[in-house]
């Protein structure tokens, strides 16, 4: 831990004097009121050791990095039935993921993009009796932080403009692969990622993506070391949408980032890093996330290829 | 060393008298000859220890495996520009690849579909003096072996049938993204294509993407060791065409396919694998050497995730 | 008129020996209760003589054919701002739809297709007090006819199934081409699309396209003689989905078909003429309505080319 | 005639003035060269009366126009089995092309797009012993006009930078729907676009579209009614790429454009028209001929619907 706290700390400094050629992210119109200067990021080893520099104790909306903690629950629940509801292939650019829904009998490309997570929402729908409370708990267990919670606004926030997410759903509808109800199927999936985390939680809420040995307090598994190494596979072809290959090809770890600005990475047997800064580049992630993250992995030649 | 063999002679004799409900490659008229029940494994470790079962020591057609050397060479005469001209994305399932083509002005999404492989190519003609000498020359001097040729026939029927290839270079070119004449650019394409090694040849050619500190007998370095690690990034993202996260959901390492049947895959820091048997799924992938590499991973726990 | 009887009756009892290779539209759940062997055919010429044979007073869902009553309404309404929101160009094959949609920024190809109509029914909405009702008024002011109702059984049955639709109304509200509420919308649309009328009916409703001095019982034009020709040519050009080009080569009369087997078609200045025979060819258009239509104006030399 | 002429030159003298906010095709060197100023208008009426005005007796270089003449040489020739090898429908968007092409298996959507015309070719090529020549001896039989030539410097000229038609060739040809020799077709191709005429000639040579009995100075008939009226109809639909139902909705008449600057428009039974104005629309149609038509049908109340 020692020599990485230092190298974080000077990325860190050198980053907060880069110029961010970043947009925050105001089409959730609850988003757009984030300062858009705030930079955290921590780290967390497999024995549990935590490192934060910056505004790694702030809260903020993890979005689309939820969907990890979603999929992780409907893998557990579902097994390996689950992958014939959705693919783990990278989708290509955005603007023909309807063309390839529809090429694809409604089946999406991959857990991450939207129609994907739709999917998976509903797949959770079907096992749980009280989706949000289960989920919530969950993830409460897995990390053992009964400090989570929902951000009611912003799921109604996203909700008032989410034409395109209702479009999604409705249309996957229409090729039978959303069982239950449409309107239950997005605010579910609404609620889900308008959940709030620091970088120092999130960096240790997915240590069971790092530690191959991964318990609960309580001792429990949460995935088999299989899963657990699948979902990692998922997360490096197909987390950052449409940059997904820049990542891996500048960063070399699995990772997800959410609109909120966040992003996580994991290295396998070593840690999870998680990196906060609400200003988004041109594909929708980070920009200094990203920027961070490729100093980091080459200055502590961490990549996992 | 010792209990690689075991597992892989345990997985070989599985597989023997497994079905294989694959199929031969036969668009191109050449390669419909070979025998399709031909089946090899080689694994060759960072420590130059090398183990093979069956026809591992038979040549066949390396095809596409063979655009990780272009690649390489590329890389290495152009450095960081190359990506300028060719992007490191997945392509999305394969009946968008012209769409995408159109959309990105003439820009392959990687190196690894046909279009990026040309533009490669083409990239290769403007440095070299004699391309199709100087790159036997560079495939000889990085894996110690003066046996390697092209198979003439090979390239001369894969010509005969290569329309759509023809059609993608003409297409780039019309984006201006193919410099140099096409028709020289098509003939280096699918010269390359044709050349011809075995399992155990394979597994040592590809050694500079698994050990950090490679270097030829004459002491010289093929890439730095972030270039490497690139390319193994881009592998693993992209190298199995509309099955990339399908192969990295499964096996877990970077490697690449080719039609002639023949996959190679990566273990960072460990080792370089083959494994060779003609018939394809319905991706393109050899049937067999997907399942070896799934079982195999498996078994020894080797997926770099 | 003498003359188009004969030959309406001839092609009529040969119609009626030939094998009808369509199928009837079941994705309606109410549809499908037709009896599939229906044949009507009715003129209704400019001077307003009529003429049917077979089933031509048996009424069935007009479905799209009610999409012309709500693009003249609008147009009527709206005049020629109309065509900022919806476009007069043929669709391409169906699978684009939505890319085309997206590609264009929300702005459907033609009011023909089920995106363009519903942007007609979103501008009738901005202009009407009781949609429905002010709809049906108008229906029966141009056709003198105030039996004209919606099949509320209909409307509520194609709701039921509506999931394409409704996926397609909020992709074009993310856009911002859908000023009303989605739902509302979406029910003005499924009551127009369950409009019933028979063929004798439908061939008088629609003379104000075929005669440039149509005035109704109270002595009012519908459309200037302008714009009434704007739609013939829109009809012409999209009024046969993916098969339009095909109508306009074998038949040649502008003109519109609906998934309950109905077709009108318009002879400028001269008639207007309906078929209705359930079953519908893969394009989604009444098999024999289109033969009928074929042989009518081959044999009456009535094509306006 | 007589009334025809007042209106024609009302508006030529309208257009002089009207600022052209289009611009002269350059991607192919030899069209830039054309004065872009230059304005021609010629009628020719089914009696063989002909009135022109401005520059109505240069020549230009008639590009897509010339696809109504091979399209007519070749449906003469094969006969109804040529629809099996291109579709009369319109395509859509111009960036679907690619795309559609693959999904309809290597059958273009209409004869006027590239791919369509090139098939074309390629059915002519399979009929006639010396092709440019055959082809040429036809288009002056069929106008008793015997100083029609190709420009062999524009043929060129297309020829150097024609790297998409090359490529869509071969991509027709990996379907099998090019027969022969992907050079001759392009050569032929690129030969009949640079067929060079003006607006007197042009209005002359297309009359066999507008009068019913059509025969050539030596009695011949060029193609049956039937025939006739349906080139007509593929006119209407897809003459003016993707701005064909813009051109029915406003101008009403089946025509054909060409990047020369060149439209012509049939009126059955009445007329036909030319108009050339070198300065094109951004979707490649002459600004002030589009214009030009739609004024005249209006004031003159000619449209076909």
Chains 1, 2, 3, 4 share one sequence.
Not at 37 to 42: A, F, K, R
Not at 95 to 124: H, M, Y
Not at 211 to 231: C, H, P, Q, S, W
Not at 242 to 249: I, Q, T, Y
């Amino acid at each position: 831990m020692e020599n990485y706290k230092k190298i974080i700390e000077d990325i860190y400094l050198d980053l907060k004097d880069v110029e961010d050629t970043g947009k925050i992210a105001d089409y959730i119109p609850e988003l757009a009121f984030v300062a858009p200067d705030n930079l955290g990021i921590n780290i967390t080893t497999i024995n549990k050791e935590s490192f934060g520099v910056g505004d790694f104790e702030k809260k903020f909306s993890i979005q689309s990095i939820a969907k990890i903690l979603s999929l992780t629950f409907a893998y557990k629940l579902e097994g390996e039935p689950l992958w014939k509801r959705v693919d783990v292939e990278p989708s290509g650019n955005p603007f023909n993921s309807l063309l390839q829904l529809e090429a694809d009998l409604g089946k999406p490309r991959n857990p991450f993009i939207n129609s994907g997570a739709l999917v998976v929402c509903d797949v959770l729908l079907s096992h749980l009796e009280n989706p949000k409370e289960d989920f919530l708990n969950f993830c409460k267990e897995i990390s053992n932080n009964t400090s989570l919670s929902y951000n009611e606004k912003v799921a109604q926030s996203e909700k008032s403009v989410g034409f395109r997410n209702v479009a999604l759903c409705n249309f996957i509808k229409s090729f039978g692969n959303i069982k239950n109800n449409v309107d239950d199927v997005l605010d579910f999936y609404f609620h889900i990622c308008s959940l709030e985390m620091n970088c120092k939680e999130l960096s240790q809420i997915f240590l069971y993506l790092a530690d191959d040995f991964y318990t609960t307090v309580k001792g429990k598994r949460i995935l088999t070391m299989n899963e657990a190494k699948r979902i990692n596979a998922v997360m490096l072809t197909c987390g950052f949408y449409d940059e997904s290959g820049e990542f891996a090809f500048r960063v070399g770890l699995p990772g997800k980032s959410g609109v909120g600005g966040g992003i996580i990475a994991i290295h396998p047997d070593k840690f999870c890093m998680t990196v906060w800064s609400p200003k988004l580049n041109e594909k929708g992630n980070s920009y200094k996330g990203m920027l961070f993250l490729e100093k980091f992995t080459t200055k502590t030649a961490s990549s996992i290829f």
